[in-house]
């Protein structure tokens, strides 16, 4: 593969705008995780289940990847640089200990670790690429990026070696979110955030509330919630990405992913059926009271969603699995006797239709690890690649790593895991999005970054009532053309 240098005009749009959505303060290599600090007593009992898993995970004898079908590393002096995200605990030591373990077994091969901060991490990575300076090994959280990437000429395939060698039983919407254009692009690690609804039980029950299936069911409990005097959803759209959550999915349950996938490549537009139905959805919610008041001046990241669930004001919250170890630190008690999960209702019509209803939103892989190995005539660097294929799919994948993914509420993205879970509600998430056909990662991350900063200005504009679904699907279309164009 002949290497291209990144062009002026990527830097300028991956780099000149950063990804701020999705909880962007994340410390365990997912953006979506809680703020640091609201995982308070998983801490300790991490780091003891990870200690005593650190020293079996490699057997009796030998390395743990012995017997295993894998490329035969190096016996040579070799350095690998990787970078990630992991600034803090749990995530940095999780990610220490995977690095330490491979070093163990080949002392030859010394791996460079870098903690990059997150809120800068997309910007220092573009402009590494642009210098030549690129990380040979590098986390990202797939979509539009790992595609741009790769497109440039920094990540290798690694599809043949995919198909050739041992690695962990991915769900089927974890390599689909590792891959582009056919292609396996990356390897997935540290677990799964599925966007799911939260409900009040109690309040569903003094209500006289069932569990909608159908979006018409969930309309019509929306109606009695609020008659009741209660707000139906707890949003908080201050920061823009959580208002997105109603939008995609009320897209992907009208259309799949068929008319986003055209949006994206602008052979569609975002002007399409399935944009203005689901847009027209939102503004006729707001309208009827569905939504707080104020709610663009609410702040995710301030809790004030989920305090709109505590003090009962609201009986339901759309958002990422993440909040179930939010909400279970701050009241555990309070959780288990209230808390509910269900995933998000299916459009009858459209379904009636043949649109399938079993792409749902979020992300099943977390962070992907794509590699950046090259000679200098750009040619693969097989010696470096086989090790970084190695890592990633042995040692950021092992018993270990995944134990401190369960003990900190995360759900790693392999086949098995969804049996290992005793959390009700997160059983509910693991069944949702083990078996869903596709996973559309959150548009905040999938489009690209000069797109995102249009796509969320465009939901403070739609559930502010400011613009129609028409006007906001110009601007996003007009933001499209334009990134591709560059």
């Known amino acids: 593969m002949k290497r291209k240098l990144l062009s002026i005009v990527l830097a300028a749009a991956l780099a000149g705008t950063m990804l701020a959505g999705c909880g962007s303060g994340s410390s365990s290599g997912s953006q979506n995780a809680p703020a640091a600090g609201k995982e308070t007593g998983t801490e300790s009992k991490a780091e003891t289940t990870a200690e005593a898993a650190d020293s079996s995970s490699a057997g009796a004898s030998g390395k743990q990847t012995d017997g295993k079908n894998l490329p035969e590393l190096t016996t040579e002096p070799l350095t690998i640089t990787l970078w990630d995200i992991s600034t803090e605990d749990p995530g940095k030591t999780t990610m220490e200990g995977a690095v330490q373990r491979f070093m163990d ?12 901060q997150n809120d ?14 690129a990380p040979d090994m590098y986390i990202h959280w797939g979509g539009g990026p790992m595609a741009e990437y790769y497109k440039s000429g920094f990540v290798n395939d690694i599809t043949d070696m995919f198909n050739t060698y041992d690695h962990p039983d991915f769900i089927d919407a974890a390599v689909a979110q590792a891959s582009y254009d056919g292609k396996i692009l990356s390897i997935p690690f540290g677990g799964l955030s599925g ?24 309309e019509a409990a929306c109606d009695k919630l609020v008659a009741a005097g209660y707000v139906p959803f707890a949003l908080a759209n201050g920061s823009k990405w959580t208002g997105s959550m109603y939008y995609m999915y009320l897209v992907a349950r009208h259309s799949g992913n ?27 919610w707001v309208k009827k009271g569905y939504f707080p008041d104020g709610v663009n001046s609410l702040s995710t990241d301030d809790g004030q969603d989920k305090a709109l669930l505590y003090d009962n004001t609201a009986a339901m919250m759309l958002h990422g699995s993440w909040q179930v170890s939010g909400i279970r630190a701050d009241n555990q008690e309070w959780y288990d006797e209230n808390i509910g999960v269900f995933r998000f209702p299916e459009d009858s019509e459209a379904a009636a239709k043949g649109v399938p209803q079993d792409v749902e939103i979020g992300t099943a892989i977390g962070n992907g690890f794509s590699f950046n190995c090259w000679n200098a005539d750009g040619s693969v660097d097989q010696t470096k690649l086989d090790a970084c294929y190695v890592l990633a799919t042995q040692y950021y994948n092992d018993d270990a790593y995944n134990q401190r993914q369960l003990d900190s509420g995360t759900i790693p993205s392999i086949k098995g895991f969804e049996e290992t879970i005793d959390d009700p509600n997160m059983k509910v998430v693991a069944d949702v999005f083990f078996t869903a056909s596709n996973v559309q990662l959150w548009y905040d991350q999938y489009l690209p970054a000069s797109v995102t900063e249009v796509h969320k200005d465009c939901m403070t504009e739609l559930f502010g009532l400011q ?15 334009a990134a591709i164009a560059e």
């Open 105 to 116: 077994d080949y002392p030859n091969i010394t791996i460079n670790l870098v903690h990059q």
């Open 120 to 133: 800068n991490y997309k910007q220092q990575l573009v402009v590494a690429m642009s210098s030549k300076q």
């Open 195 to 218: 966007c799911d609804i939260f409900y009040n039980k109690t309040i569903f029950a003094e209500v006289g509330i069932e569990v909608p299936e159908t979006i018409d069911e969930l």
């Open 258 to 284: 068929a008319e986003f996938d055209a949006a994206y490549t602008q052979e569609g537009s975002f002007t399409s059926d399935a944009f203005i139905w689901a847009g027209e959805k939102i503004q006729d």
């Open 467 to 481: 613009k129609t679904p028409e006007q906001i699907g110009q601007e996003q279309d007009a933001a499209m053309k």
